[in-house]
């Protein structure tokens, strides 16, 4: 029935309905604002303009960056009707998350049309992109309760982070690894929740700091057995728990430690093919260990960051078949010097080391060493010009050194700042794109890997000015242009063409990993974040934004992934607080190129506008509350992957408690 409802809303109407689906959001985030009334807040501006590490590894304020930078506090989460760290990330502006499962299932991320594996996901400053393939980026192993804030930084940043940067970085920052946070403080809430398919949900967090330490944990599980797909349900089992720790020996001197479990069981069903044999499953389980020495005196800072990721996927495409079981490790260290020299010039300064390694009865063992030292400077010419050169050369496995330069600017004059920027990013192939059905005994057809490509490479060109309205208001837009050259992408080749013969079929035709296209992107980007506190009992927080991308590849039929962004994005995300009320909206409203795959009845539609809504109401001084929410409201038939339907309109409710 579902499908049958999806082709009919196919029709010249439903791309009508969105768009006033997606006005009318627009004006209920207006209304709130409204309702407050017009007071300028106080001591505001720290809201739009904080203090980020993001841009530079130095802090400093987000207007003196040079760089569009967006940033969520971890308070806000808990507001919002999102279930899981990634499916935030959808309704952060410029930020295309296509879900292909709800609650954490699985989530393929995109900046500025950048393909799934062309965002880096950094935790407390060490990247967690794992080495077997982008797809798994959204598995963010951390408590929502833990986070302190997320920083978005969009554009070029390789010669800062390396592989993967290139359309932007998204860098979580927790509580316990915050040094910054000097005042006493503890923090205690849970919430549990339950609704239709079988949804149970709950989660759990706490955290406390004084002089000497900063400790914080979290945990959170979304179960449910899924509504009905075309060959099972969309279940999901997924829970991830984290802890961190910190202690400050002295003034000078801190240790830092983390660690994370997490855990995602799914119906995977046409997440990678569009076969009707394709009923997949899939079980990632994953550890994070980390730890950071940091020693600070005066103008200098030392950071000696070590982590090592392990990640376990077992998948199998149906009941019938053999499951590909593989295991990948990152192991990371880096070390980084930040020198203060006046006021007006500062430096970074590291090196970083990274060995990947992936045990697989499909990709077969392999290993594989990065180094790269980076330096950036950060030079301020009197009070409203900054410039800032960036160099890094990374070294991957055995292929010759990449340089990777970058320069910012940025000029900020009252409440006005001109930013520019221009540089390389680059993208090493992941195990999958080298190592792909290469330890199978006989491979009929699908994707073959190809241990010789070469790292994707683009130079970016940015310009955009930041508008500080009063205290409570920011405004962002920006122009960009990414020029990319040896895109990897899956080509159709016959088996006398193919490298590698050794377990091939003679006569048949497989996807072989090449490095071939070239695609320029352009785009237009604009955000806005609005901020009120009109007293103790009622505020609106506002971060919405568009962006507007056209992408030309020279391949003549360029695969799904490397054109797969939203032509148009406009998210947005509201929370108003009234006393005990709280309301928080989330909406998406996107254009993307259609698609259609007769075979499983799947289509993918020009457009779609989604809203979900929570409406929370507080006890005893907000310590109790009970929540009702509603995901996407308007029950609209929609999907990010041809095949991998989304849920309609889905009712919950739940209770929360915060004990401090």
């Known amino acids: ?18 768009k006033r689906g997606f006005i009318l959001f627009l004006t209920a985030g207006i209304t709130l604002i409204i309702l407050g009334g ?28 040079g760089r569009n930078i967006t940033i969520i506090s971890g308070a806000a989460i808990a507001q919002l009707p999102v279930h899981s760290v990634d499916e935030l990330l959808k309704y952060i502006p410029g930020v295309e998350a296509q879900m292909r499962g709800p609650q954490g299932a699985q989530t393929d991320i995109s900046i500025r049309g950048g393909t799934f594996q062309q965002v880096l996901v950094i935790l407390d400053g060490l990247r967690l992109n794992d080495p077997n393939t982008g797809h798994f980026t959204g598995y963010i192993p951390i408590s929502p309760a833990e986070i302190d804030r997320i920083e978005v930084l969009k554009g070029a940043s390789s010669a800062v982070y390396g592989s993967d940067a290139v359309g932007g970085v998204i860098n979580i920052i927790t509580k316990a690894f915050n040094k910054n946070k000097q005042a006493r403080q503890k923090q205690a809430a849970a919430m549990v929740s339950a609704g239709e398919y079988g949804l149970l949900n709950a989660s759990a967090g706490g955290f406390y700091q004084n002089e000497k330490i900063n400790v914080g944990a979290g945990f959170l599980t979304n179960n449910a057995s899924g509504v009905q797909q075309r060959g099972i349900r969309g279940y999901f089992h997924n829970t991830a728990a984290s802890a961190g720790l910190m202690v400050k020996f002295n003034p000078y001197w801190n240790l830092a430690l983390r660690t994370a479990y997490d855990n995602r069981d799914f119906s995977a069903q046409n997440f990678y093919t569009t076969y009707a044999s ?10 994070w260990n980390q730890a950071r020495l940091q020693y600070q005196k005066g103008t200098t800072q030392v950071s000696i960051d070590a982590g090592y990721k392990s990640m376990e996927d077992r998948y199998a495409f149906n009941p019938s078949s053999i499951a590909n079981n593989n295991r990948s490790h990152l192991l990371q260290a880096q070390a980084v010097l930040q020198q203060q020299f006046s006021e007006q010039t500062s430096l970074v300064a590291g090196f970083n080391f990274q060995n990947r390694d992936i045990r697989s009865n499909d990709r077969g063992n392999h290993d594989l060493n990065t180094m790269a030292p980076f330096v950036s400077v950060i ?24 340089w990777v330069p970058q320069l910012t600017a940025s000029y900020k004059t009252g409440n006005i700042q001109l930013r520019a920027s221009g540089g390389k990013t680059i993208r090493n192939a992941d195990f999958t794109e080298l190592y792909n059905n290469y330890n199978k005994a006989t491979v009929k057809s699908g994707s073959v890997g190809n241990p010789d490509l070469a790292a994707e490479q683009s130079w970016t060109y940015e310009a955009g000015l930041d508008w500080f309205c009063r205290s409570n208001l920011k405004l962002s837009t ?17 088996y006398a063409d193919m490298p590698r013969k050794d377990n091939l079929v003679a006569g048949s035709n497989y996807a072989l990993a090449k490095n071939v296209a070239e695609v320029t992107t352009t785009g237009w ?12 009992r009622q505020s609106v927080m506002l971060n919405g934004g568009f962006i507007w991308l056209y992408s030309k590849s020279s391949e003549p039929n360029p695969s799904f992934y490397i054109l797969s962004h939203a032509r148009f994005l406009a998210n947005a995300s509201v929370t108003y607080r009234q006393g005990p009320v709280s309301l928080g909206l989330t909406g998406i409203y996107k254009t993307r190129n259609p698609q259609t795959a007769p075979g499983i009845n799947a289509v993918i539609t020009k457009d779609y506008f989604l809203l979900n809504g929570k409406l929370s109401y507080g006890f005893l001084k907000n310590k109790l509350g009970i929540f009702v929410q509603v995901d996407n409201i308007f029950d609209r038939q929609y999907s990010d992957l041809l095949g991998a339907p989304m849920p309609g309109r889905w009712v919950q409710g739940g209770l929360s408690c915060n004990l401090f």
Do not use: C
């Open 1 to 18: 029935m579902k499908k049958k409802k999806m082709r009919k809303e196919m029709k010249p109407k439903r791309a009508a309905d969105a």
């Open 38 to 65: 017009t007071k300028r807040a106080q001591a505001q501006d720290t809201l739009l303009d904080p203090v980020t590490v993001t841009s530079s590894v130095i802090e400093k304020r987000s207007s003196e960056t």
């Open 278 to 287: 394709d009923t997949a499953s899939e079980t990632i389980r994953s550890w």
């Open 379 to 402: 030079q301020k010419f009197g009070p409203h010009f900054m410039i800032n050169p960036s160099l890094r050369m990374e070294v991957y496995g055995t292929l010759p050194a990449e």
């Open 478 to 494: 920006g122009f960009f242009q990414r020029f990319h050259s040896q895109l990897i992408d899956w080509v159709n080749t016959p």
């Open 525 to 536: 980007e604009t955000d806005a974040a609005y901020t009120q506190h009109f007293n103790s």
